[in-house]
């Protein structure tokens, strides 16, 4: 169904309203604390890139966008068929198991609504050499989710061959309900993709992006430039690293406050040391700063997106099956992970690769993309991307003072320094204080459940006893709920050994003066 053609009868046009799943919409001007707060990056700041691609080429004069702000409550089903005319769902690895509980929610949202629903770039998190016949716990999940989605609309859109194979495999065809499109983020300026020749100098601007789970060989590779080229940046992604920049503080996290070497993921790092880090609030900002790089290299898959839309060379090094199915399908310029050892030089990783790779790729798969969203009626003006010309979003923006990517906290003025220390001090507390109610409440609830199987089994007719059905079902219920309270306690006491790790950290220590002034001046200000 098209959504342009919903309402239709009326005689004057109506501005049409489609809802986007996205943590914060470009015409938002969210601080970094304000961000933080409300995760509106959703763990990773990678996720405003696609979702830009999806505002600026669908934004026009008679259709808004708007935010959902990762909202995933299906009893919001009526106010949303009733105020809307679409959802958009950009996704990226939503098939892995810590998002399948969400993915549930939004099913279960998907299955009351009654207006035209869009999935535009369904991933999944494999390891690198999937077995894609393997049985995975989440299967019947995923199975719902996607006969829920093509219950309100034609076909869905896949990052990657994996992801197509896994739904095939789960008994979905491809061609008639899944196609291969990439990342939306690629087409945000349409089929314009034009990436500038490379001159590598000791001058030459680079810009490092790392993932913590890369293998420790290609880290230490890329930590190690920081060290031989003068103007190079590191761009963190993750939101722990957006609270250590901000604040100085290690929020608890994959990124940081960690035991990993050649990650830079304390204030003591070599590139926050020297102010070489860039954190961005905005997919505008990334991009346009990424036109005056050089050459960005990294692990991280939209960490090396921005830079291509800007016509800046760039080399990916895929770690996983996520980001093995799209650097393949949008023919990045790439190297294995395995390629990478003690004595590799950057200048022979640019000799491997053609930087001009993904250009030779990208008609084709711009045009397959625009197929995929004629076959589901969705009006967008991504085949209108005239370089030079401003798109509605883009005049939009131009009436908005959009946030500058921040630095260390160590390499502001003490008037930021102290702001920022505060929020940021705040902002750790909230957290902790979330935690401990999420723990007592699942405790509670567990004394409860047990409770009312206790008594269950008392007032059971027919005279229980050790070998009945009923007895043992309640027994083994019992156990399973013990073993889970046990697990809970165990997630705390990590949780805790986190903090305290944390409290006797360096990077907690340096700032430790600066958080008491700060409180100081707090309490006379008040």
Same mark, same amino acid.
């Given at each position: ?7 239709? !009868? ?37 996720? $405003? ?39 958009? *769902? ?18 279960? $949202? ?34 719902? *989710? ?10 869905? !859109? ?24 990439? /990342? ?11 990436? =500038? ?15 913590? #789970? ?34 100085? #503080? ?10 990993? #070497? ?20 905005? #997919? ?30 760039? +080399?990916?090094?895929? +770690?996983?099956?996520? @980001? ?17 050892? !003690? ?7 640019? %000799? ?44 939009? $923006? ?13 390499? /502001? ?6 702001? =920022? ?6 902002? @750790? ?45 309640? %027994? ?11 697990? $809970? ?7 805790? @050994? ?29």
């Amino acid at each position: 169904m098209n959504f342009e053609q919903n309402k239709k !009868g009326q005689e004057n046009v109506t501005l049409k309203k489609i809802l986007i799943r996205s943590g914060m919409s470009p015409l938002d001007t969210f601080s970094a604390d304000e961000i933080i707060k409300r995760n509106a990056i959703g763990n990773n700041v990678g996720n $405003l890139i696609y979702a830009y691609s999806i505002f600026r080429n669908m934004t026009t004069d008679d259709v808004e966008l708007f935010s959902d702000y990762y909202g995933q409550n299906p009893n919001d089903a009526e106010r949303i068929n009733e105020t809307y005319d679409a959802y958009v *769902f950009p996704l990226a690895n939503a098939i892995r198991k810590s998002f399948i509980p969400t993915l549930q929610r939004y099913t279960a $949202l998907i299955e009351r609504l009654t207006i035209p629903v869009y999935v535009i770039g369904l991933g999944m998190q494999f390891p690198y050499e999937p077995n894609i016949s393997e049985k995975r716990p989440y299967d019947d999940d995923v199975k719902r *989710f996607v006969k829920a989605v093509l219950d309100k609309s034609s076909i869905l !859109g896949l990052r990657g061959q994996i992801t197509s194979d896994y739904l095939s495999y789960l008994g979905f065809k491809e061609g008639r309900d899944h196609q291969v499109i990439g /990342c939306p983020s690629m087409y945000t300026f349409g089929n314009n993709i034009n990436i =500038r020749d490379l001159h590598l100098s000791e001058s030459s601007s680079i810009s490092v992006n790392m993932t913590p #789970a890369a293998d420790q060989k290609v880290l230490e590779f890329l930590d190690c430039l920081s060290h031989t080229f003068n103007h190079l940046h590191f761009v963190p992604q993750d939101i722990d690293e957006l609270l250590l920049t901000y604040a100085g #503080a290690p929020l608890l996290g994959a990124s940081i406050n960690s035991k990993l #070497a050649n990650y830079p993921n304390s204030l003591y790092s070599h590139v926050y040391k020297n102010g070489k880090v860039k954190y961005f609030l905005n #997919a505008p900002t990334w991009i346009e700063h990424m036109k005056t790089v050089d050459l960005s290299i990294g692990t991280r898959l939209h960490g090396n997106v921005a830079p291509t839309l800007a016509g800046t060379p760039s +080399i990916t090094i895929p +770690i996983d099956a996520r @980001m093995r199915e799209l650097s393949e399908y949008h023919n990045f310029p790439r190297v294995s992970p395995e390629k990478i050892n !003690g004595n590799t030089r950057l200048e022979e990783l640019i %000799k491997k690769v053609d930087f001009r790779s993904v250009e030779k790729s990208h008609q084709k798969n711009y045009e397959n993309f625009i197929s995929f969203l004629a076959k589901n009626g969705i009006d967008h003006i991504y085949d209108r991307n005239t370089e030079g010309v401003k798109q509605p979003l883009e005049i939009k $923006l131009e009436s908005i003072q959009l946030k500058q990517p921040i630095g260390p906290i160590t390499s /502001c003025s003490s008037d930021e320094m102290r702001d =920022r220390l505060e929020k940021g001090f705040e902002i @750790m507390l909230s957290k902790s204080e979330k935690i401990k109610e999420n723990f007592n409440k699942k405790i509670k609830d567990r004394d409860k459940t047990i409770s009312s199987l206790r008594n269950k089994l008392k007032n059971q007719d027919g005279g229980i006893t050790d070998e009945s059905t009923p007895y043992v079902d309640f %027994k083994k219920e019992i156990e399973e709920k013990d073993v889970f309270i046990l697990k $809970l306690k165990n997630d705390i006491e990590k949780k805790n @050994m986190k903090i305290r790790n944390m409290e006797s950290s360096r990077s907690w220590r340096i700032t430790m003066p600066l958080r008491r002034f700060s409180k100081k001046i707090s309490g006379t200000e008040r």
